[in-house]
């Protein structure tokens, strides 16, 4: 199985030599069972070398992309996070991505580089993993495709993609085993010390509201919420406090609009990041924590705390809580 590691320009090194690596590493388990390597893994670019880090570093391509006929597995991986610069140098791989895909090759991009893939129209209407510190550029950019934020990875028919920086290894294992074997992943799994178990990338998020919007109103709501979630909030005050004489529709519509959260949501998400941190602090109980933050159920808190997180707020503390010396 041919696969394309993009050697894109303002490309994160990490990102793309642990894909690169990893499927090397599955050639090397095959190796010793006495059997053919499965994967004909080449870095393709667009000129005979890549400067990255400001110099620092210069690495050279296999292939250029004029030398691939075909191929059967794109791997896009992440770029830094200059995000307009990067999409700005790599016009040449959108163009070359669409042509081979239209010729049968698969697509995955890992991290960051779901921005060049989503540049093809190829992401059009379809499920997309990306870094969830970058979700709200995304959405900007590319409002045609459906972000996931919280997903590990998406499978598409055949257009992959996987979730921010160390997380794009799930997507590797991923493709590892159904291209290959089970087998195959776990022992990657193993070897690069992933924990193939994890299903999300929720636990990781920082919830920082959107605030580029430019509708004052709005954020002034949001500062308001911020302020105050512990109280009993509903929209109504919302609309007293910051934006009074607007209709509850129309401020509801704007919300939304601006945040990608209902006002519910919005309250939840930011009750649920204080409530993170308290626990991560490791002197709060679960129940302090709770009361904290506006809830008196703890049954609704679990409910809202795992809706956010993937755990619920006991595994959360016993996994990232500060230990007491």
């Known amino acids: 199985m041919h696969i394309s590691v993009l050697l894109l320009n303002h490309v994160n090194l990490a990102g793309m030599e642990n894909a690169r690596v ?4 599955c050639n ?41 006929e075909s191929t059967d597995l794109i791997i896009v991986p992440p770029v ?5 610069a990067a999409l700005a140098a790599n016009t040449p791989f959108v163009k070359w991505i669409t042509e081979q895909y ?16 989503a540049g093809t129209g190829l992401l059009n209407s379809k499920k997309c993993a990306t870094h969830w510190l970058a979700a709200d550029v995304f959405r900007k950019i590319y409002p045609e495709v459906e972000l996931v934020p919280d997903e ?21 294992l991923y493709i590892i085993e159904k291209k290959l074997n089970r087998e195959a992943a776990i022992y990657c799994s193993k070897i690069f010390q992933v924990d193939w178990g994890r299903k999300s990338q929720s636990p990781f998020i920082i919830f920082r509201g959107q605030k580029s919007h430019g509708d004052d109103i709005i954020l002034s709501a ?5 302020k105050n979630f512990a109280e009993n909030l509903n929209t109504t005050q919302l609309i007293n406090s910051c934006g009074p004489g607007t209709g509850r529709r129309t401020f509801e519509r704007r919300f939304r609009e601006a945040t990608g959260n209902t006002v519910q949501e919005y309250i939840q998400r930011v009750r649920v990041e204080s409530a993170k941190r308290r ?38 503390k016993k996994k990232y809580a500060r230990k007491r010396v």
């Open 22 to 25: 990893a499927l090397q590493e």
């Open 28 to 68: 090397q388990f095959l190796r010793e069972q006495n059997k053919e390597p499965f994967f004909n893994v080449e870095l393709v670019g667009c000129g005979p070398s890549v400067q990255l880090y400001n110099g620092k570093f210069t690495a050279q391509p296999d292939k250029l992309l004029s030398e691939i």
């Open 80 to 84: 830094q996070r200059d995000l307009q």
């Open 102 to 117: 239209h010729k049968g090759a698969e697509v995955a991009s890992l991290c960051l580089g779901a921005f060049v893939l």
């Open 152 to 172: 590990l990875l998406t499978d598409n028919n055949g257009i992959y993609t996987g979730a921010g920086a160390f997380s794009s290894a799930h997507l590797i």
């Open 222 to 226: 949001q500062k308001f919420i911020e």
């Open 279 to 316: 626990l991560e602090g490791g002197v709060d109980t679960v129940a302090e924590t709770m009361y904290s933050i506006g809830y008196s159920d703890p049954s609704s808190f679990r409910t809202v705390f795992r809706k956010y997180t993937g755990m619920n707020p006991q595994n959360y």
